[in-house]
């Protein structure tokens, strides 16, 4: 157990909807990553947030967005949904002393049909 | 920008035979590389990890990686395969500061014979 949950495990929703992906990071980690992994991707990180601000973006769609709240849980929301956007969705945790490990939850898997 | 190369995407080894999967970065500095474990159907877990220091670096479950500037690579080793190896594994590398993300190789399966 990494320390770091995820809710919900799966998602099942239409195109064009919104669901929104929930994190909690390990106890004392300030920064929270999101990543993307698919088929025809592979694992592609989407965004970082450290103590509450956004620090980093990556590949992330216009129609996704995140943020990082006071108690440091942090929700990314996907929007307009797409087949496309089916995939497992990562968090992952770090208190970005050092070498930067970080910590990953069990995943998301959201299914567009 | 940082890229990280898996070459391949499935490998095969008879249980007891030596597993080796290579992993090649391309990087303007010495990166901070990785190597992350994902078992069927859950999340990431590290095997190990290079910062600075010994280039020879030990991680669980019995795996070991290299670190070697001159060829840019950070292959990852276990002597004797076991059937709980199967997995898919995933070289990474990030930095400090700004830039801490990973960036990932597009990951090896990795099949055990009995």
């Known amino acids: 157990d990494s320390g770091v949950t995820q809710t919900p495990k799966h998602l099942i929703t239409a195109t064009g909807q919104r669901v929104t992906l929930r994190c909690s990071p390990r106890?004392?980690?300030?920064?929270v990553y999101w990543y993307q992994q698919s088929l025809d991707q592979g694992l592609q990180f989407l965004i970082q947030?450290?103590?509450?601000?956004?620090?980093a973006k990556g590949n992330i769609l216009e129609r996704f967005s995140a943020q990082q709240f006071p108690d440091l849980h942090s929700e990314l929301n996907l929007s307009s949904l797409e087949l496309g956007d089916s995939a497992l969705y990562f968090c992952?945790?770090?208190?970005?002393?050092?070498?930067?490990?970080?910590?990953f939850g069990p995943g998301t898997r959201l299914t567009v049909l | 920008a940082q890229s990280v190369t898996q070459l391949g995407s499935h490998v095969s080894v008879s249980e007891g035979a030596l597993v080796l999967l290579r992993c090649n970065y391309s990087?303007?500095?010495?990166?901070?590389l990785f190597w992350y474990v994902q078992y069927p159907n859950q999340g990431l877990q590290l095997l190990l990890k290079?910062?600075?220091?010994?280039?020879l670096v030990k991680g669980i479950n019995g795996f070991e990686a290299e670190f070697k500037k001159s060829e840019t690579s950070f292959h990852l080793t276990k002597p004797s395969a076991h059937m709980s190896d199967a997995a898919e594994y995933f070289c990474?590398?990030?930095?400090?500061?700004?830039?801490?993300?990973?960036?990932f190789g597009k990951g090896i399966t990795l099949s055990v014979r009995p």
């Open positions: 992952a945790s770090s208190d970005l002393a050092g070498a930067n490990e970080q910590f």
């Open positions: 106890s004392g980690d300030l920064s």
């Open positions: 947030y450290y103590n509450g601000e956004e620090r």
């Open positions: 990087s303007s500095v010495p990166p901070y």
């Open positions: 290079y910062t600075t220091g010994a280039t």
């Open positions: 990474a590398v990030s930095y400090t500061g700004a830039n801490s993300k990973l960036t």
